[in-house]
């Protein structure tokens, strides 16, 4: 029981029952959460914020 009041809290859902497809779509949320990056995406991050991008705004300044 105490599992649940957790859960609740998380959630925001205090009193009320969450419904059965709400439990799965959690799950799944948290399992692709938990995957790594690929490496390859990684590497385009690096070469974001070494200013290696090809963004269209490249020369603006705000």
Do not use: C, I
Not at 7 to 13: A, E, Q
């Amino acid at each position: 029981m105490a599992l649940d009041n957790d859960k609740n809290r998380r959630d925001g859902n205090q009193g009320v029952d969450t419904p059965d497809w709400a439990n799965g779509l959690r799950q799944f949320y948290d399992a692709v959460v938990d995957e790594p990056l690929p490496d390859s995406f990684k590497d385009l991050l690096e070469k974001l914020d070494e200013g290696g991008g090809s963004g269209s705004d490249k020369g603006h300044s705000n």
